[in-house]
């Protein structure tokens, strides 16, 4: 079964952003160190684990990013527990409590390669914003909540 908490103990952060790196920034060939971003402590922290082996398997962060909206950012699954749902548990946890911090909008800056996923799951495309790390071409998804 899994689970989705927040990280709480140095252990559970360490697992949680060498997920972000191996999923997001690994395969780019970027340094450790580029998982991490200015809004770490802002941010509300959570993981998807699998209940039965304790794996950390996949991960977002929540910040405000204006009054009343919310972004998500650092999404990330394993590839091995991908197409599985827990993207979307990730999702439904961070929409629940940007309602419960009084968010009217909640939005992403995604790669154009998952704007399908997003649209699945109720965002709609605002625009593209340019490119991250000289190659990859990013999208705002946003949602009413």
């Known amino acids: 079964m899994i689970i989705i908490k927040s990280p709480q103990t140095r252990d559970e952060f360490k697992a949680y952003y060498a997920l972000r790196y191996h999923v997001l920034r690994e395969p780019l060939g970027l340094p450790h160190g580029t998982e991490k971003d200015d809004y770490e402590p802002l941010s509300y922290h959570y993981m998807a684990v699998d209940d039965a082996t304790g794996q950390v398997v996949g991960c977002v962060k929540l910040f405000e990013k204006e009054p009343g909206v919310g972004q998500f950012s650092h999404i990330a699954v394993s590839e091995s527990h991908q197409h599985k749902g827990i993207g979307r548990l990730l999702i439904a946890e961070v929409e629940a409590k940007s309602r419960e911090l009084g968010f009217t909008k909640l939005g992403t ?16 495309s605002i625009g593209i914003t340019g490119t991250l790390y000289g190659r990859l071409q990013m999208m705002w998804m946003e949602k009413d909540l």
């Open 109 to 124: 800056l995604t790669r154009l390669t998952a704007t399908t996923f997003y649209e699945k799951c109720g965002y709609r």
